[in-house]
């Protein structure tokens, strides 16, 4: 079965570059989710999308954004990184906010 | 504002022994609860999914109960193997309007073989 696809799976960028991580969800999935995990904690609600539209937003930084495309796929960009931003960051989808949601394996980002 | 609670934190047993996990949370407003377990540093796999509506569900050795008017949830694992060793992390979906889904912060499992 399909799974959420996430992409890169490893990135190493620099203090103050840019970032983009994206998100496949699962086929006829609508909604998507976007969380950060630092090292021992647990997952930080980022942002949320459904139908392509902001549907919630949490602690996301200003430096952050995201936005859901017409084939439902999102993308988070971060700019001028700090070294606090490595952490693991993951999407998940579901159908609707009643059904189950589908974590895709993330993509470990690290700030040097 | 919605809160979940893991207890314990961390929990050891030896290989072969039944455990049971357990999750709170403050708002009985939800639309589900869900049992994710993470192995370090890797993706959140999904156990179980509990409606608002249902009282339990069962997977295999796993079994998850879910009281909402009181916000308790259980996880019992049946036979524990050492494959079972883990990080696992209660979620709850807010039926309030917050389109989001709010985990606790997990209990770390693990089996002594």
């Known amino acids: 079965a399909a799974g959420v696809i996430q992409s890169p799976r490893h990135l190493i960028k620099e203090k103050r570059e840019t970032a983009t991580l994206k998100c496949y969800p699962i086929p006829r999935h609508d909604t998507v989710y976007w969380y950060q995990q630092g090292p021992g904690q647990d997952p930080q609600f980022l942002i949320s999308f459904y139908e392509k539209m902001q549907s919630d937003k949490g602690s996301i930084p200003d430096r952050f954004s995201a936005q859901q495309f017409s084939d439902y796929h999102s993308e988070l960009n971060m700019s001028s990184l700090e070294l606090g931003d490595s952490a693991l960051y993951f999407c998940?989808?579901?159908?609707?906010?009643?059904?189950?949601?589908?974590f895709g394996q993330g993509t470990r980002l690290t700030v040097v | 504002k919605q809160e979940v609670t893991q207890i314990p934190a961390a929990l050891s047993v030896p290989e072969g022994e039944n455990l049971v996990l357990n999750c709170s949370f403050t708002d009985s407003a939800i639309y589900n609860l869900q049992w994710f377990r993470q192995d370090p540093g890797k993706g959140l796999t999904s156990l179980l999914l509990i409606q608002s509506s249902q009282r339990e569900q069962t997977s295999g050795r796993l079994n998850a109960s879910l009281d909402k008017s009181s916000g308790r949830s259980t996880l019992y694992i049946a036979a524990s193997q050492p494959g079972d060793s883990a990080t696992y992390l209660c979620?709850?979906?807010?039926?309030?309007?917050?389109?989001?889904?709010?985990f606790g912060k997990g209990t770390r499992l693990h089996i002594l073989p």
């Open positions: 998940a989808s579901s159908r609707d906010t009643h059904t189950e949601a589908f």
């Open positions: 979620a709850v979906r807010p039926s309030t309007g917050d389109d989001k889904i709010i």
